[in-house]
């Protein structure tokens, strides 16, 4: 009985929707977004969904040209002073408001110490830490006005660091430093911009529509009409709506679909190295682990990385050999020594050094890994516990952790052991990663504490060039000897875009702002 | 039925909603307390005076007690504070844009689920232990015991990715993007009161008051429909109270599938994110909705059945 007005029915709706779809303008991109953006207040935004976003539609002294490497953005030129101390910035000329008003030095000064102002509890502010007082200002020792950036007339803005940052510039182009004009600040719904697109109409956990924005500085260079954001926790859900056309580019790819994707969508999927690693941290508070570096070296090796990237994860993850992942200019990464040997050779050593340990005198070793909620993670922590045992007889307990409770455990170190960790860098510095290790660093949750790796950081941190990478180096060196981390892949940024899609070029940084893509629009 | 007893009855049932809804929020205020971990944790440990500037911000450097005051005072003036997760949002925004796409959806749900669902369990009824009856309860239970999150993605990957009938997902208030969550809300629903509507009815067939009917010689038909339909559906009627507030306020999985911005995913998102407020809202909110829809199915339950009389004291 139902087959009749099925029939009738389903057909129109598919020919309403082909008409729908051919009246939307062919020149709007519809992105996948992941979650809903947790703020689009340039204060409050923290999650990568927020980030981008507001990479659309607000733009700082610094921006990211179309493969995703910092270029220019409102500032024309600038000038590095007093050995990388200062920074003296020259706004560009067209620099506007979405409301007509140039942008002016005193916008981003009166930015600057709105994130500082301890009212506004802005998270991100510890990226500008090494503007000078910032420190003391975030401490509350000083007024947010005694922050070292100034106003030297409408169009010149002046930055000061306490220590030289090289990769300073790049921290321009995150959405804390970013300026606001005096009417609305940051209210998402209501301030006048300053980036490639405005938001046009906004319901959460829907869609995000923008349109160009005019006053841009590059409004000529635009191609698209329009873009539409839409937030989807689910990748499955993400896929099967971009598999229906209406999506053009996705935020990710669902874990396990890899080698489908490969096969059926070879031209749409794009898998690219990513500035970030995954590691397991090892607490060195815990007796045994923290007495005995052969032992945490052991562990190391018995892990075959082969396996664990290409067969447990499988969606184009690279074996990983250090904390800090390939691809940053200048830096090559200080490798584990056994990553050239074969895995045969590498588990023979692992035996060795795990008798030298002699932690197993009194009988096998039984170690906790911990790890948050996700499928991934538990099948990782299933192999590598597979792999200990097998290779060096030591029992391993999985204990699943809900997010919020697993990063307290893992910060408080009292109940820890094992335990997942990783890390996506801020900015393309090796000191993204290597900071995290420092002994009193808050993110330092192996407790690892060596004095020669933390002189080697500051050391660096007066250095210049070359010699500061090669520092850089040392210390990341002294890491794969002492182990506190066991280093296991380095993540890849996963998208499927569609082929008809242009000005969208993979990058490290996994960041394609709007204002450079292009449809072609031969399809409608 | 009388009127001044059903209206007694009302406001004692709304007066009775108070120290429900008391009893509610103060367990859910110390539960959501007791999980550890807050809403400011996150991988990146926050510095000190940021963190002390936030828990300022939202008062969680308060005493519990005080701060568990304080949230009762905002409650009785309707204001559910802003949500720590979506911070552009308030929580009665967020509800305010939540709840009409959940409520569309889920009343859609049981409107088809009861009409399809009642007709389908009467048909049984009247051709009980036959092949139809069987068949008809085989596919039931098939539509009870099969989840949604298993009809969801194929009814996704049948209609949606393969035939193009209609979207994927996604949510404009157009009705293309209705459809498939309706129905995937709707089957389990349909299964449940088909099977109750047959064993009521099949009961109520059953008994003296419709043999009488017969032996008047009235016609089946409106034996059926006059004497048959009102006390067979009872059963029906008290499980579509609380059905219907699981509906309206959202599924967790539908929204998740569908990507729909409904209300059932803040039940897990706040939960997860521990924000607070917006787990509070929330579960204020669907506590109000239940006791609504008890109360309205208790109505109707009067109006159906003469035995129950609301004046007289039981």
Redesign the interface.
Known sequence: MPTRPTRVLFPLAGLTLALLAGTLSAATVHRGLGPEPDSLQIHQAQGLAAVNLLRDIREGLVTFDVSGEPVPGQAAAWEVLDDGLRYRFKLRADARWSNGDPVTAGDFVRAWRRAFTPATAAATAGLLRHVRNAEDILQGRLEPDALGIRSVDPGTLEIELNQAAPWFPEILAHPVAFPLHADGLDDPRSAPVNGAFRITEWTPRASIRLAPNPEFHAAGTIALDGVVYYPIEEPATELARYRAGELDITETIPAGRFAWLQEHLPDDLHVHPYLGSFWLGLNLTHPELGRSRELRQALALAIDRGIVARTVLGAGELPGWSIVPPGIAGYTPAVMPQSGLSQADREADARRLYRQSGVARNGPLLLELRYNTSGVHRRVAVAVAAMWKQVLGVNTELVNEEWKVFVNNRRLGTVTEVFRGGWIADFADPTSFLDLLIGDSSMNHTFYRNPAFDDLLSRAGAAAGAQRMELLRQAETLLTEDMPVIPLYYYVSRHLVRPRVSGYADNLRDIHLSRYLQLETDEF | MKQEGILRHAATRLLGLIPTLLVLITIAFFLIRV????P???????????RA??D??YHLDEPLLQQYFRYLGQIISGDFGPSF?????SVNE?IA??FPVSATLGGLAMLLAFVIGSLVGIAAALRQNSAADYSIMGVAMLGISIPNFVVA?LL??G???Y??????????WSW?RM?LPVVTLALPVIAYIARLMRGSMIEVLHSNFIRTARAKGLPERVVIRRHALKPAILPVISYMGPATAALITGSVVIE??????GLG?YFVQGA???DYTLVMGVVVFYGVVIIVLNFIVDLLYAWLNPRIRYDETQ
């Open positions: 999980a550890p971990g807050g400011f944790d996150s991988e990146k440990a926050l510095p000190p005076e940021i500037n936030l300022a911000k997760q979506y911070k552009d949002w967020l844009q939540g993605p996704i990957l209609v949606a990715v035939a193009g009938w209609l979207p994927a997902g996604g949510w404009d293309q459809v998740r599938i569908y990507s729909i911005p995913s997860l994110n521990r």
